[in-house]
Nanobody, 121 residues
Framework: QVQLVESGGGLVQAGDSLRLSCAASGRTFSSYAMGWFRQAPGKEREIVAAITWDGEMTHYEESVKGRFTISRDNAKNMVYLQMNSLTPQDTATYYC??????????????WGQGTRVTVSS
């Protein structure tokens, strides 16, 4: 059974940084793409960043380009989201997710429970 557990959220001020972590278990982590999504109150869930199974390619939502960095450590079954220069608009619950088919970028079917990020102005 695939399990994803996020951590690292919290309350920060605008301009601060946070690093989110997602621990994966239940299958061969290194064969699957990983993604970070977020959902703000009253808004639809959106993809923030994604990384291929081998870490060779990444994708970012336009508003986070240059500020957020997704990375993975296949030896530790971990994926990270480094978030710099945070703004109040980044306030949301952040989820990591992964597809159920190896070596493809989606669709994402397994989800963590989420970690809350609040950025004060």
């Amino acid at each position: 059974q695939v399990q994803l557990v996020e951590s690292g959220g919290g309350l920060v001020q605008a301009g601060d940084s946070l690093r989110l972590s997602c621990a994966a278990s239940g299958r061969t982590f290194s064969s699957y793409a990983m993604g970070w999504f977020r959902q703000a109150p009253g808004k639809e869930r959106e993809i923030v960043a994604a990384i291929t199974w081998d870490g060779e390619m990444t994708h970012y939502e336009e508003s986070v380009k240059g500020r957020f960095t997704i990375s993975r450590d296949n030896a530790k079954n971990m994926v990270y989201l480094q978030m710099n220069s945070l703004t109040p608009q980044d306030t949301a619950t952040y989820y990591c997710a992964t597809p159920n088919i190896p070596k493809v970028p989606g669709p994402y079917v397994y989800w963590g429970q989420g970690t809350r990020v609040t950025v004060s102005s």
